[in-house]
């Protein structure tokens, strides 16, 4: 059941990124809905993360009620993660050691083509378009799918932390578990950079 539940919140992040990349209710609706889809998200799952974190394994996200603790300090403070062994606890420390190092670099990769995108939607609201949608679309599909797809696989060269600190959200890692989430960033992450290549040299 928790397994389904964590899939059902996880769907909210791609329709959220449908509503920012292909707008279908129009630009001024759907950033408005994205945006209100997002707070209201982090506000059911972030608490259903914390009151599940024992029962699931953070790596897998298979059923671990007893296992290898893995705590991890985020931004709203600590949350008593377990992994079902400690193989998957190893990975974990070692996902959180890297995100955490590069956090800048990675914050740069996906937060700035974000604000890019919005500011520019909300530019073409006021009636004026300084970089066509199209284009703005594709530039934060290239640029997050690049950032996301080489951190999935650079992590595991990293060496493990022995406190693992988190700089990005650690509930949207926890509905799927790391590793499902880092094949989520894979796969679609591939997908966009190889549609941005065809589309390159046949437009």
């Known amino acids: 059941m928790l397994v389904l539940q964590g899939i059902a919140l996880f769907a909210f992040v791609p329709l959220v990124l449908g509503l920012f990349l ?3 209710l129009g630009p001024a609706l759907s950033v408005a809905c994205g945006l209100g889809v997002m707070i209201g998200h982090r ?4 608490p259903w993360a914390a009151r599940h974190a024992r029962e699931r394994c953070l790596w897998c996200g298979r059923p671990a009620a007893a296992g290898d ?12 993660f377990v992994a079902c062994n ?3 606890a190893e990975a974990a420390r070692r996902f959180f050691a890297f995100t955490y190092r590069y956090r800048a670099p990675l914050g740069v990769g996906i937060f700035v083509p974000l604000l890019v995108l919005l500011g520019g939607t909300t530019l073409r609201v006021l009636g004026i378009e300084l970089i066509p949608h199209a284009v703005n679309a594709l530039l934060f599909r290239v640029i997050v799918a690049t950032t996301v797809v080489t951190a999935s696989l650079a992590y595991a060269a990293s ?4 406190m693992p600190r988190s700089a990005f959200p650690v509930h949207n890692l926890f ?14 992450g591939g997908w966009w950079l190889i549609a941005a290549v065809v589309r390159t040299f046949h437009p």
Not at 69 to 80: C, H, K, M, Q
Not at 175 to 188: A, D, K, S
Request: glycine fraction near 8%.
């Open 22 to 24: 292909l707008q279908p």
């Open 175 to 188: 509905l799927l578990g790391i590793r499902n989430t880092l094949w989520v960033f894979r796969l679609v």
């Open 43 to 46: 506000a059911v799952a972030a």
């Open 159 to 162: 060496p493990p932390a022995e």
């Open 69 to 80: 603790d893995v705590p991890v300090t985020g931004a709203a403070g600590s949350l008593p």
């Open 86 to 88: 400690a193989a998957h």
